[in-house]
């Protein structure tokens, strides 16, 4: 399994976008992660599928993994994928249809993406499995950038990373998002977590290519990619 970095664009300098992006570009970073509010799902509003098209239009060659935190997410993946989303991640909890949410996004030839709020069962996430490319778990109340690492979410990586491996899906890709830095990170990587979403950790940093390379490596070891 890849270990894969993505800086949030959440935690970017809104006043020069496409500088941020391309700083991301420029960092080695394994893809771009897009937050996308709409004051429902959660109390915050952030951007829409134009900033997904600037992404896109800026750095055409980095990947743009696309968290949807939206109470109808089913009415919105077909602008997302227009705009250029390449993975579309949207929420077990929305209130929407999640098989033919998952199916939508494959059938258009994106990474499918489920994802849970921290109080929510990893069971809750058992049935969708074989339609989700990746699962993130969020270790943190989505809604803003900030906040701290929940570490008890830790259990439900390892509950899911062994019930995928179990039932034939050892190549799910288990996302967390929320408080990751480096410490945070290697605790869920340690777990069986394999991508991971750092948005103020990374945007703070002097160097991200750094950043990122440390982080990368750090994730791996904890993980065992050498040894799996
Ligand atoms: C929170 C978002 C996160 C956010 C993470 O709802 O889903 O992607 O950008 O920000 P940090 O890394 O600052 O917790
Ligand atoms: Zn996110």
């Given at each position: 399994m890849k270990v894969q970095i993505l800086p949030s664009l959440?935690?970017?300098d809104f006043g020069c976008l496409a500088d941020e992006i391309r700083r991301v570009a420029a960092s080695g970073a394994d893809a771009l992660h897009l937050d996308i509010m709409?004051?429902?799902?959660?109390?915050n509003l952030s951007f829409g599928p134009d900033v997904v098209a600037l992404a896109k239009r800026v750095s055409p060659g980095l990947f743009r993994n696309v968290h949807l935190m939206m109470t109808r997410p089913d009415l919105y993946l077909d602008r997302f994928i227009d705009a250029g989303a390449d993975a579309l991640q949207f929420h077990v909890?929305?209130?929407?249809d999640v098989w033919q949410g998952l199916a939508a996004i494959r059938r258009r030839g994106v990474r499918s993406g489920l994802v849970a709020r921290p109080?929510?069962?990893?069971e809750a996430l058992y049935p969708y499995v074989p339609l989700c490319d990746e699962v993130l778990f969020m270790t943190?109340?989505?809604?803003?950038?900030g906040q701290a690492f929940m570490s008890g979410v830790l259990p439900k990586i390892t509950a899911l990373r062994q019930y995928a491996a179990a039932r034939g899906f050892p190549g799910l890709d288990i996302m967390v998002d929320g408080g990751i830095n480096d410490e945070t990170a290697v605790q869920c990587a340690e777990r069986g977590a394999n991508q991971f979403v750092a948005g103020s950790f990374m945007f703070r940093q002097d160097d991200m290519s750094a950043a990122v390379a440390r982080m990368r490596g750090g994730c791996a070891r904890a993980y065992g990619t050498d040894t799996r």
């Open positions: 959440l935690a970017a709409d004051a429902h799902f959660v109390p909890e929305a209130d929407c109080q929510t069962p990893a943190v109340n989505p809604g803003y950038g």
